[in-house]
């Protein structure tokens, strides 16, 4: 039982603070529910980026073994240039440069950032390039100053066996008789 002690309720108060609690009670739930709503929109957008990073990571190995090939198949051509293997230098040299350029559109924008090593490659390839041109035609000079060489020297031996005969040793007209 009660006692006279005890203040009795008035029927506003409780309503007060009934609404106070419903109140409360929505604004702790409201930021509950945003706060789980945006734990999971935070895992779909990282989700989304990580999926993305590895897409374009996907892309750039792609592009590192494409790359590699068109080094490989560069060095090659390149080796074969060296060593005078192939009897057209000129159609090799372009075919080097035309590679030297797909080489260059493979790598795009990421030539500094991921491909800093097939950058600096595809750099210095075009002076090696023009160096081995000069080298070439130095080299076709050379074959040219030593075939008319060796051609002037084959005449020269004539000439000399020509002159060491005595043409007054051949002359057959008369003679005085002893």
């Known amino acids: 039982m009660s006692s006279n002690r005890e203040k009795k309720l008035n029927k506003t108060d409780v309503t007060v603070g ?5 109140l409360s009670f929505i604004a702790l739930s409201g930021v509950s529910f945003i706060c789980v709503f945006f734990f999971f929109k935070s895992y779909d957008i990282q989700r989304e980026g990580i999926k993305k990073q590895a897409d374009d990571y996907r892309e750039l190995l792609t592009r590192s073994d494409l790359l590699r090939i068109h ?3 560069i060095l090659y051509r390149m080796d074969q240039l060296d060593i005078n293997k192939v009897d057209n230098d000129i159609f090799l040299r372009n075919y080097i440069m035309d590679n030297v350029r797909d080489a260059k559109n493979i790598m795009g924008k990421d030539s500094v950032d991921n491909f800093k090593h097939y950058s600096v490659l595809m750099k ?3 002076p090696m390039l023009a160096l081995k041109n000069q080298i070439v035609a130095v080299s076709y000079k050379e074959q040219n100053a030593l075939r008319d060489l060796s051609e002037c020297r084959g005449k020269v031996g004539i ?3 020509e002159l060491r005969v005595d043409p007054t040793r051949k002359f057959t007209g008369s003679r005085r008789r002893r």
Not at 18 to 22: E, M, R
């Open 18 to 22: 009934i609404w106070k609690f419903v």
């Open 71 to 73: 080094v490989d198949s």
């Open 124 to 126: 210095h390839i075009e």
């Open 159 to 161: 000439v000399n066996s």
